[in-house]
Nanobody
Framework: QVQLVESGGGSVQAGGSLKLTCVSSVLNACMGWFRQAPGKERERVATIYRGRGLTSYADSVKDRFSISQDNDKSTIYLQMSTLKPEDTAKYYC??????????????????????WGQGTQVTVLS
């Protein structure tokens, strides 16, 4: 059974930082972070192609967020800096069965990903 477990969410003042962690029971080549705010669609935040550690980001978080993995590749992280109130959302870790690098880095729809964690809430206070 595939399990993705997120942690690290919480409340933080605008301009602050948080680091989210996702422990995965699968070693899929393509992993990502999504977020969903109340009343809004789930949106991709960042993607990592594990084999080469290549990453891609949504424009709204580029230069503020960083996705990474640890050496044994069973854990991925999302380092979030310079947080804004509009970053408030539930953040989800996701794994995709996509194998190819280019396809992974352009995968942005929730339907591109096959396995999901339960999510962790991030609230940014103004």
């Amino acid at each position: 059974q595939v399990q993705l477990v997120e942690s690290g969410g919480g409340s933080v003042q605008a301009g602050g930082s948080l680091k989210l962690t996702c422990v995965s029971s699968v070693l899929n080549a393509c992993m990502g972070w999504f977020r969903q705010a109340p009343g809004k669609e789930r949106e991709r935040v960042a993607t990592i192609y594990r084999g080469r550690g290549l990453t891609s980001y949504a424009d709204s978080v580029k230069d503020r967020f960083s996705i990474s993995q640890d050496n044994d590749k069973s854990t991925i992280y999302l380092q979030m800096s310079t947080l804004k109130p509009e970053d408030t959302a539930k953040y989800y870790c996701a794994a995709s069965r996509i194998f190819w690098e280019g396809q992974c880095l352009t995968a942005a729809k929730p339907s591109d990903f096959d396995y999901w964690g339960q999510g962790t809430q991030v609230t940014v206070l103004s």
